[in-house]
């Protein structure tokens, strides 16, 4: 007798940055992937090549398990529109985390499971926040080099390099398990007025999240990294109090670290950002890009409908 399981895993979008707030940082034939939704005409159906499934497969072959239990049917419906600063590959190393938690009957709890996202996605940013939901400030241990080296981690857009092939096999070419330290990532979930509410304007076109990287320079001047430091941790609990202070939420949104060096990706930034102001649009408290863009996230308490038509058309 053939025993049936269905599950059904949930994973939200995520906005990372907010203003200042950044961060870096088997073969088998009875397993069925499909899609449908965003993405879909053409995300990879290989579970090698698709980034949940790969996840998955990672997560697996870590604890000692040769692939998925079969016969098995994966059904992904996305939501989350790709390379728009939504978090969607977060999302997906979630989704695959917890597809080989569960289909591997791991047991790991959400701190462990935090710890296998990061091996893939290394900025804890939006995996945190899909993960534990709500208003997530997180950041990632420093790694030991050796750790950077660990034997077949599934490449994902944000991993920096591939896993060298020498480095999966041992001398005498087994296959290597992949070790995954523990507590990589701390985290913290703060407080979010009730009141305020994201609209995220989502542009029609991709911005891939490697590409909005290396627009980056490599050091900052010490007067903006204060700059950022100096209103982060005025935003954070800023965001937390009722009634919201739009002033003051809105200077401490303002960066010098990555929005100034992403306007060109994204037309029409610069005036957004230096026109949409809480005097002009009551209500509004304040507005960035979402994570690496090209979406723009505004905080707002009321009209709503006002503040996206004027950002649409803008
Ligand atoms: N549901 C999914 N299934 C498979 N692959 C996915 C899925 N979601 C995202 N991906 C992969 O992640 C890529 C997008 O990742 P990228 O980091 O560039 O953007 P993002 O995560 O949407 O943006 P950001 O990190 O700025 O919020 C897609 O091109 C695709 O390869
Ligand atoms: N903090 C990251 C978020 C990307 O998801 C960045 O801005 O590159």
Not at 12 to 39: C, H, M, Q, R, V
Not at 58 to 70: E, K, M, R
Not at 123 to 143: I, K, Q, T, W
Not at 163 to 169: E, H, N, R, S, V
Request: glycine share 8%.
């Amino acid at each position: 007798m053939v025993h049936q399981r269905k599950i059904q895993i949930r994973v939200p979008s995520t906005s990372a940055n907010i203003g200042p707030g950044f961060d870096l940082s088997n073969s088998n034939k009875d397993i069925t992937l499909t899609y449908s939704g965003e993405g879909s005409s053409h995300v990879p159906l290989s579970i090698h090549q698709n980034l949940i499934t790969k996840t998955a497969l990672y997560v697996l072959a870590s604890n000692n398990i040769d692939g998925f239990p079969s016969p098995m049917t994966i059904h992904v419906n996305n939501e989350i529109p790709f390379g728009r600063g939504l978090g969607s590959s977060g999302a997906a190393v979630v989704a695959g985390v917890m597809l080989g938690n569960i289909t591997g009957d791991l047991g790991l709890n959400k701190d462990r499971l935090l710890d296998y996202c990061l091996m893939i996605e290394r900025h804890p940013d939006n995996v945190a926040a899909a993960l534990m939901g709500g208003f997530v400030a997180s950041y990632l241990r420093e790694l030991d080099p050796k750790d950077f080296e660990a034997p077949v981690i599934p490449h994902s857009e944000t991993l920096e390099r591939e896993t060298p092939a020498d480095k999966t096999m041992d001398v005498d070419g087994r296959e290597l398990t992949p070790t995954v330290p523990n507590g990589i990532g701390h985290y913290i979930k703060l407080n979010w007025a009730r009141e305020i509410k994201a609209i995220t304007i989502v542009p029609q076109f991709e911005v891939a999240t490697a590409t909005a990287r290396h627009v980056l320079p490599l050091t900052y001047d010490r007067q903006d990294v204060v700059f950022n430091l100096q209103r982060l941790a005025v935003l954070t609990t800023a965001l937390s109090q009722s009634p919201p202070d739009a002033d003051l939420i809105f200077h401490a949104m303002q960066d010098k670290i990555h929005q100034p060096y992403r306007r060109h990706l994204i037309p029409g930034l610069p005036e957004i950002l230096s026109s949409v102001k809480p005097t002009s649009h009551p209500g509004l408290l304040g507005i960035c890009l979402s994570g690496a863009g090209p979406t723009i996230l505004a905080l707002a308490i009321n009209n709503f409908d006002k503040i996206s038509d004027t950002i649409t058309k803008s």
